[in-house]
């Protein structure tokens, strides 16, 4: 990164290990990222991040239900309390709850068809995003970049 996370920090002490100036480069280019999307969820359909993200996966589950378990394990930034997520997407009329089949304790949650419309109406800049984005890395970098991430998330370090 040559200087460049330190530039972005504006710090001028050397980093404690190579490890932390690539951790924090990763934890800024994510940011940098999904700042617009953030943004243009709240502005387009008045949704946060991980209430889309519960949104993707109840449609792609669709129309069979999730227990929030369930959802929880699939979104992409984990959320200690899918329960509150559900009950505002509830609220809103994007998502319908029910009890299990199976198990009646279990509540299970559904999309409804309000929430399948936002989608929708989402569907193309979801498209056109990640071109936005990441386009001018052009092919090659990509390849490279998907190749040291796929490497990072199969054997991260623990801690602590």
Same mark, same amino acid.
């Given at each position: 990164?040559?200087?460049?996370?330190?530039?972005? &920090?504006?710090?001028? #002490?050397?980093?404690?290990? *190579?490890?932390? !100036?690539? &951790?924090?480069?990763? #934890?800024?280019?994510?940011? *940098?990222?999904? !700042?617009p999307w953030d943004k243009f969820l709240k502005a387009t359909a008045s949704l946060t991040p991980n209430q889309y993200n519960v949104l993707r996966i109840l449609r792609g589950s669709h129309p069979a239900?999730?227990?929030?378990?369930?959802?929880s394990e699939r979104m992409i930034t984990r959320d200690p309390d899918v329960t509150r997520l559900v009950d505002r997407l509830s609220r809103l009329g994007l998502v319908s709850r029910a009890r299990g089949r199976r198990d009646r304790r279990v509540v299970e949650i559904g999309i409804t068809e309000k929430g399948q419309q936002i989608l929708l109406t989402l569907d193309e800049?979801?498209?056109?995003?990640?071109?936005?984005?990441?386009?001018?890395?052009?092919?090659?970098?990509?390849?490279?970049?998907?190749?040291?991430?796929?490497?990072?998330?199969?054997?991260?370090?623990t801690f602590p």
């Amino acid at each position: 990164m040559a200087g460049g996370v330190a530039r972005e &920090l504006k710090q001028k #002490r050397a980093f404690s290990s *190579r490890e932390q !100036e690539v &951790l924090l480069g990763i #934890r800024i280019a994510a940011a *940098r990222i999904t !700042e617009p999307w953030d943004k243009f969820l709240k502005a387009t359909a008045s949704l946060t991040p991980n209430q889309y993200n519960v949104l993707r996966i109840l449609r792609g589950s669709h129309p069979a239900r999730l227990a929030c378990g369930d959802i929880s394990e699939r979104m992409i930034t984990r959320d200690p309390d899918v329960t509150r997520l559900v009950d505002r997407l509830s609220r809103l009329g994007l998502v319908s709850r029910a009890r299990g089949r199976r198990d009646r304790r279990v509540v299970e949650i559904g999309i409804t068809e309000k929430g399948q419309q936002i989608l929708l109406t989402l569907d193309e800049h979801v498209a056109r995003f990640p071109k936005a984005m990441l386009g001018h890395l052009g092919p090659t970098k990509l390849e490279q970049l998907s190749a040291l991430l796929e490497a990072v998330m199969a054997d991260l370090g623990t801690f602590p």
